[in-house]
C-alpha cells in the first residue's frame, strides 16, 4: 500500500514536471511569434515612413503603397520568423499521397468554409456596428478596392498563400503535432485567423487555417495546402475584384443613394449588363460550391472521415488549454492581435 501511494505521488510530480516542459515548448513557440510580429511592423513601418516623406506620390497610389507594405514583410519580416522558429524542434508528419478527386472534393469543402465563416464573420461585424453606431470597416475590401488586378494577384495569390503556409502550416505544426493531431490543427488555425488583425478575415482564416492544417498533417505535403490557399485567394481577390469592377458597384452605390432615378438607374444596368450577367453566374457559382461543400462536410462528419491521430506526447483533459493557450508566450501574442482586432472594430 505504501509502496502504491509512493509510486502515485512519483507519477503525479512527474506529471507536473512533464506539463511545465510543454508548456515551456508552446510558450517558446508564442514568443517567437510575437518577435516576428514585431520585426514585421518595424519593417513594414520604415519604409512606409520614409516613402511619405521622400515619395508622397507613391503613398497616395494604393499599388504602389501596398508593395512598399507587403513586400518587406514578406522579404525580410517573415525570413526573420522563419529563422527563429527553425530554433525549436520538429517533427513532420508522415507523407501520403492526395488523388486528383480527393483535391477537387477538398478545395470544394474549403469553398464552403470560407464562405459559410465569412457570413458569420460579416453578420457578427454588423451585429458590433449596429451597437456602436457605426459601420465596421471591411479591411480586405477596403485595401483591394483600388488595386491594379496584377498587384492583387502577386500578393493574395502569389506571396500570401506560399509564405503563410510555410509559416503558419508548416513550420507550426511540424513544432505541434508530437502532442496531437487537434492540437496542431487548433493551433494552426488560431495563430494564422488571428494574424489578420481584422474580425471579418479572422472567422474564416481560423476555420480555413484549421482544415488546411487537417489536410497538412494527414498528407504532409505542403504544396497541396498551397495550392488550394492559392485557389481561395484567386477566387476571393482576383475573381472578385475583377467582377466588382465590371459592374462598376461604386456607380451602383452612388446611384442608389441618389434615390434610384428608374430612367438613369436603367441606363446604368444596360451600360453593365454583360458584367451583371457575369456577376449573377459567379453567384450562382459560389452558392453551388458552397452548398456542394456543406453537404461534402457534414457527410464527412456523420461518417466520422475527419479522424485525428494522438501524438508521442499526450496532455491530461482538463489540462490542454492552459498547457497550450495559458502560457506566457502564446497569450501575449493571443492579447496583441485580440487588441489588435478590437482596436480596428472601433476605428
Not at 157 to 166: L, Q, R, S, T
Not at 204 to 211: D, I, K, P, T
Amino acid at each position: 500500500m505504501e509502496e502504491t501511494r509512493e509510486s502515485v505521488i512519483m507519477d503525479n510530480v512527474g506529471q507536473g514536471n512533464n506539463l511545465k516542459k510543454d508548456r515551456k515548448h508552446f510558450s517558446k513557440i508564442g514568443w517567437m511569434y510575437v518577435v516576428g510580429t514585431i520585426v514585421i511592423y518595424i519593417v513594414q513601418l520604415v519604409p512606409i515612413a520614409l516613402v511619405e516623406f521622400l515619395q508622397p506620390a507613391w503613398a497616395s497610389n494604393p499599388n504602389a503603397a501596398l508593395l512598399v507594405s507587403m513586400l518587406p514583410m514578406y522579404l525580410i519580416g517573415m525570413p526573420v520568423l522563419i529563422l527563429l522558429l527553425k530554433r525549436i524542434p520538429a517533427e513532420h508528419p508522415e507523407q501520403h499521397k492526395m488523388k486528383t478527386g480527393q483535391f477537387v472534393v477538398a478545395a470544394i469543402m474549403c469553398f464552403a468554409i470560407v464562405y459559410l465563416s465569412n457570413i458569420v464573420g460579416t453578420i457578427l461585424t454588423t451585429i458590433i456596428g449596429a451597437l456602436k453606431g457605426s459601420e465596421v470597416q471591411n479591411q480586405i475590401l477596403n485595401v483591394t478596392a483600388d488595386l491594379n488586378l496584377w498587384t492583387i494577384f502577386f500578393i493574395m495569390v502569389i506571396c500570401a498563400p506560399c509564405i503563410e503556409e510555410f509559416v503558419f502550416r508548416k513550420l507550426l505544426v511540424d513544432r505541434t503535432v508530437r502532442y496531437g493531431q487537434g492540437v496542431a490543427i487548433v493551433i494552426s488555425g488560431l495563430m494564422f485567423g488571428l494574424f489578420h488583425g481584422n474580425l471579418n478575415q479572422f472567422m474564416y482564416a481560423f476555420v480555413l487555417g484549421m482544415f488546411l492544417a487537417y489536410l497538412y498533417v494527414k498528407t504532409g505535403n505542403l504544396k497541396i495546402t498551397i495550392a488550394l490557399h492559392m485557389l481561395i485567394n484567386f477566387f476571393g481577390g482576383v475573381v472578385s475584384s475583377l467582377l466588382l469592377k465590371l459592374i462598376n458597384l461604386d456607380e451602383y452605390y452612388s446611384l442608389v443613394s441618389e434615390g434610384m432615378d428608374m430612367d438613369i438607374m436603367m441606363n446604368y444596368f444596360m451600360e453593365h449588363l454583360a458584367g451583371w450577367i457575369v456577376y449573377m453566374i459567379y453567384i450562382l457559382f459560389v452558392l453551388g460550391v458552397t452548398i456542394a461543400g456543406t453537404v461534402l462536410l457534414i457527410v464527412n462528419l456523420v461518417k466520422k472521415k475527419f479522424f485525428l491521430g494522438r501524438g508521442a506526447v499526450t496532455i491530461p483533459k482538463g489540462k490542454r488549454f492552459s498547457t497550450v493557450i495559458l502560457n506566457v508566450g502564446m497569450s501575449v501574442y493571443c492579447i496583441i492581435w485580440i487588441a489588435t482586432i478590437v482596436a480596428q472594430l472601433f476605428m
